[in-house]
T-cell receptor
Framework: DQQVKQNSPSLSVQEGRISILNCDYT??????FLWYKKYPAEGPTFLIS?????DKNEDGRFTVFLNKSAKHLSLHIVPSQPGDSAVYFC????????????FGTGTRLTVIP | GAGVSQSPSNKVTEKGKDVELRCDPI?????LYWYRQSLGQGLEFLIY????????KSGLPSDRFSAERTGGSVSTLTIQRTQQEDSAVYLC?????????????FGPGTRLTVL
């Protein structure tokens, strides 16, 4: 039962434009959401996170938006750069217990120079 | 400083054989997590350690899977009598603690192929 879903397996964007990666979740008990970026043959690298009490978190070119009523979050990258080309995973986390991450299936972003 | 390391990077084995995967977490990190990513799937949580203990083993897919951690550092994931559906990339992550805001740092993974 997939609690975090990324319905777009791939996305292509022109360099300099905005990339918007979407993520939906089903469990309203998630306390924290994270985005990870993964290059081939490497482990996922933490990118940005957001607490469930916030609706926006910004870090440089990366902004994550959270819409709790819609159980939806999105990652905006602007301006997109060729080095951003990677697979992006959305993940949710509970406040207690193991605090393991529940991952989506990922979206492959390709930024075209 | 060194990140999370895993060995081997690739492992090819025959169905029915046992395999052992190793994870070296970041020094000082008390929490250690094992995940796997099967083809076309997201990362699936398997087990976590707080220190040397694993309070929750419910994520392990079958009793052929076991894991241990000694000295609060290195962890091994053992798969007995491997099956083809065990083929996946096995990822290890560590974090300073199990606090929900602590970032998990991932290793490069071990790609397991069961023939």
């Amino acid at each position: 039962d997939q609690q975090v879903k990324q319905n777009s397996p791939s996305l292509s964007v022109q360099e300099g434009r905005i990339s918007i990666l979407n993520c939906d979740y089903t469990n309203s008990m998630f306390d924290y959401f994270l985005w990870y970026k993964k290059y081939p043959a490497e482990g996922p690298t933490f990118l940005i996170s957001i607490s469930s009490i916030k609706d926006k978190n910004e870090d440089g070119r990366f902004t994550v938006f959270l819409n709790k009523s819609a159980k939806h979050l999105s990652l905006h990258i602007v301006p997109s750069q060729p080095g951003d080309s990677a697979v992006y995973f959305c993940a949710g986390r509970f406040a207690s217990g193991a605090n393991n991450l529940f991952f989506g299936t990922g979206t492959r972003l390709t930024v075209i120079p | 400083g060194a990140g999370v390391s895993q060995s081997p990077s690739n492992k090819v084995t025959e169905k029915g054989k046992d395999v052992e995967l190793r994870c070296d977490p970041i020094s000082g990190h008390t929490a250690l997590y094992w995940y796997r990513q099967s083809l076309g799937q997201g990362l699936e949580f398997l087990i976590y350690f707080q220190g040397n203990s694993a309070p929750d083993k419910s994520g392990l897919p079958s009793d052929r899977f076991s894991a241990e951690r000694t000295g609060g550092s290195v962890s091994t994931l053992t798969i007995q009598r491997t099956q083809q559906e065990d083929s996946a990339v096995y990822l290890c992550a560590s974090s300073p603690s199990v606090t929900s805001t602590d970032t998990q740092y991932f290793g490069p993974g071990t790609r397991l192929t069961v023939l």
